[in-house]
């Protein structure tokens, strides 16, 4: 059985850093893409980033590229987001994201399985 788990969520101070991690168990996914996604409380889940095997390509959405790093450890089958300078928000869930696909992916669509996620709160 393949599962995604998330860690590393919590309360962050308004502008401090907190990383993230996703390990896969069940599948070894170091030659598939992963991606990060968030969600506010009462909103839609939307793309944050997503990193192709072996660190080659990583892409980020506009917003976050300036503050948040994402990469991987392929001998840990793990993949991490750094969120850096984080600003007081809608206390959104991260959840990580494994798609079969080799290329990078933005689409929730395009991503075949899925951790619960893990929430950032930032305190002001």
């Known amino acids: 059985q393949v599962r995604l788990v998330e860690s590393g969520g919590g309360l962050v101070q308004a502008g401090g850093s907190v990383r993230l991690s996703c390990t896969a168990y069940?599948?070894?996914?170091?030659?598939?893409?992963m991606g990060w996604f968030r969600q506010p409380p009462g909103s839609g889940r939307v793309f944050v980033a997503a990193?192709?095997?072996?660190?080659?390509?990583?892409y980020y959405e506009d917003s976050v590229k300036d503050r948040f790093s994402v990469s991987r450890d392929a001998a840990k089958n793990t993949v991490y987001l750094q969120l850096n300078n984080l600003s007081p928000e809608a206390s959104p869930v991260y959840s990580c994201a494994a798609t079969v696909a080799a290329s990078i992916r933005a689409l929730q669509d395009d991503y075949d399985y899925w951790g619960q996620g893990t929430q950032v709160v930032v305190s002001s």
């Open positions: 990193i192709r095997r072996r660190n080659v390509n990583a």
């Open positions: 069940g599948c070894n996914f170091s030659s598939n893409t």
